[in-house]
């Protein structure tokens, strides 16, 4: 299916990032293709696994309790732009924001399938694109994608990081929903079935991959 995808994709507009409802787009991403392009050079993945966080009420997201900071507060923007951070001092996390302003939504992207640059792809994280490793779990499918911080508050509508729809869908029965990972400080949160993934598919992280 993957060698055979078309290649006239669509991009996301902006309007896709504003529906209020997290959880959707969190499922509806699953299939999306990720795209960079950095010093000329594009990469993308197929976005295989996701997780969602819902706001102020969410116990498991930085705006929790209506929190900003300096981080925080690109979650507060219109949807539409990226948020970077880095975790544990070492990997860079690659987050979409959704929802209207003020409503600091988001969607951490989990792993993804290496799709196009997957020898640049291979030179990032010096292994090949054949093993899971190269882009399993969110530090990896973003060291792969070359994202940093300097992608953080990028428009996702731009030409440097963007999402398109090449028309993979995936029925109910081939998602797989299981809590979060690596919240458990979030309480009663952390039991939120607010991980999505394709069920099968081997570049799916594994529950304690960061």
Same mark, same amino acid.
């Given at each position: 299916m993957i060698e055979n995808l078309q290649k006239?994709? +669509? &991009?996301?507009p902006f309007s896709y990032y504003l529906n209020p409802d997290v959880l959707f787009l969190a499922k509806d991403l699953l299939g999306k293709l990720l795209y960079t392009q950095i010093d000329g050079k594009i990469t993308s993945g197929i976005i295989v696994e996701t997780e969602a966080y819902f706001g102020i009420q969410d116990k498991a997201?930085? !705006? +929790? $309790? $209506?929190?900003?900071? *300096?981080?925080t507060e690109t979650m507060y923007t219109n949807g539409g732009v990226s948020y970077v951070y880095l975790c544990y001092g070492i990997h860079y996390l690659f987050n979409i924001v959704t929802s209207v302003e003020g409503e600091p939504h988001a969607i951490l992207i989990r792993a993804i399938e290496?799709? #196009?640059g997957k020898?640049?792809? #291979? #030179?990032?994280? *010096?292994? @090949? @694109? @054949? &093993?899971?490793a190269i882009s399993a779990g969110p530090g990896s499918a973003a060291k792969a994608l070359g994202i940093d911080s300097s992608f953080n508050k990028k428009d996702l509508t731009g030409d440097e990081i963007w999402i398109e729809d090449? $028309?993979?869908r995936y029925d109910e029965e081939e998602i797989g !929903?299981?809590?979060r990972v690596g919240v458990a400080y979030a309480q009663e949160d952390a039991l939120l079935p607010w991980r999505f993934?394709?069920? $099968? *598919? &081997? +570049?799916v992280s594994k529950p304690n991959k960061i």
């Open positions: 006239s994709p +669509y &991009k996301l997201s930085h !705006a +929790y $309790g $209506g929190r900003r900071t *300096n981080r290496p799709f #196009e020898e640049i792809m #291979e #030179e990032r994280r *010096n292994m @090949s @694109s @054949s &093993k899971v090449h $028309g993979i !929903a299981t809590p993934f394709i069920k $099968g *598919n &081997k +570049y």
